[in-house]
């Protein structure tokens, strides 16, 4: 496994954040271009089915492949609807094309991005949470473990700058002494974990442990959700507009409990999700599926959350705990922004 290209070394919080939910092959990739996805060898016509347009926040990884299995085996089809599935990528925005009605629904990595144009006047909600207890973590050597908050005292911090203040309120929330930790400015590449500059790294736990386990280094992680910092990510959003139409709000709903049901499949058969990805959507961004089976089993967890409810479901607490992670890092919120009435109906 290359490390990441110089273009991912340089990524702000926001482009790193929308990496939560990648696969570490995507590391290498850089800013590629990238063709529409969607088109399965074997389909059928369209027939009496309804077009829908959806777009990924990010490459077509393992992440969405509840999606392509719900594609591939005919559930958007049995929904009545032609979905076509667009890749996301840096610099590849998802928001503007849901507010101006080119998608049906969006997928965006993180919250905030739908958050941030609410603030700008569009009329966005947020209507599911694909996963729904966040990916981000402490990650550390498993030669020198860090397992609970405390462990980071006397310890070397690295994260990128925008990232320290979300470490240092993880640290006060948890009883650490901020003054007995220093904060090492690092990139997205875990390679200052791997040389030991850092004890630990602030980062998601389906990305740097599979590039560093592929390296020969065993990892640790410490989910920040589990101490207090927690939000949903790879949420699906649509406009106001769709919601109030009565054609336009049955298309989603049925969208999303397909892409709910092809979830189910991907958590059910971890490797056949992840053939899935590479054959018909990875292999020519060099994806390949052992990695992206690594990427899976770490990234499934994090699905369901701690949620016992069906998949998607946004729970009051998840929520709050959502609307407080967004307050940390600045931006303005309510529980007016979600809503599961696509689901519950």
């Not at 393992?62 to 890749?87: H, M, Q, R, T």
């Not at 993880?170 to 009883?175: D, I, L, S």
Request: proline residues 5%; negative net charge; aromatic residues 6%.
């Amino acid at each position: 496994m290359s490390h990441p290209s110089g273009s991912l070394l340089t990524l702000d919080r926001r482009s790193f954040l929308r990496l939560g939910a990648l696969g570490a092959g995507a590391l290498a990739l850089g800013a590629t271009p990238f063709a529409l996805v969607g088109c399965a060898a074997g389909e059928g016509g369209a027939g009496a089915r309804v077009p829908f347009n959806t777009k990924l926040g990010w490459i077509p990884d393992v992440a969405y492949s509840g999606l392509f299995i719900a594609k591939e085996d005919g559930l958007f089809e049995k929904a009545g609807l032609d979905v076509n599935i667009e890749p996301g990528g840096p610099n590849s925005p998802v928001v503007p094309l849901v507010s101006t009605g080119r998608l049906d629904v969006g997928i965006e990595s993180i919250p905030e991005n739908v958050a941030a144009a609410v603030n700008d006047g569009a009329k966005l909600r947020i209507v599911g949470a694909g996963l729904r207890k966040s990916p981000e973590c402490w990650i550390s050597r498993a030669d020198n473990p860090i397992r609970e908050p405390k462990d980071i005292e006397g310890k070397k911090l690295g994260s990128t700058l925008s990232g320290q203040n979300l470490m240092i309120e993880f640290m006060k929330r948890n009883g650490v002494a901020v003054d007995k930790v220093t904060l090492v400015p690092t990139q997205f590449d875990p390679a200052p974990l791997a040389v030991g500059e850092v004890d630990a790294l602030l980062g998601f736990a389906s990305n740097q442990p599979v590039v560093l386990g592929n390296q020969g280094v065993e990892t640790v992680i410490m989910p920040t959700a589990d101490y207090g910092l927690n939000r949903m990510q790879q949420v699906f959003f649509v406009t106001q507009e769709t919601l109030d139409d009565e054609e336009k709000r049955e298309r989603a709903r049925q969208f999303l409990l397909a892409t709910r049901a092809g979830t189910e499949k991907m958590l059910a058969d971890h490797e056949a999700a992840a053939q899935l990805t590479v054959d018909l959507y990875g292999r020519d961004l060099g994806l390949n599926v052992e990695d992206q089976l690594k990427n899976l089993d770490a990234l499934a967890p994090f699905v369901a959350g701690d949620e016992t409810t069906d998949l998607f479901l946004m729970s009051d607490d998840l929520i709050a705990q959502t609307l407080d992670s967004l307050e940390l890092i600045g931006v303005k919120a309510d529980a007016s922004l979600f809503t599961n009435e696509l689901l519950e109906s």
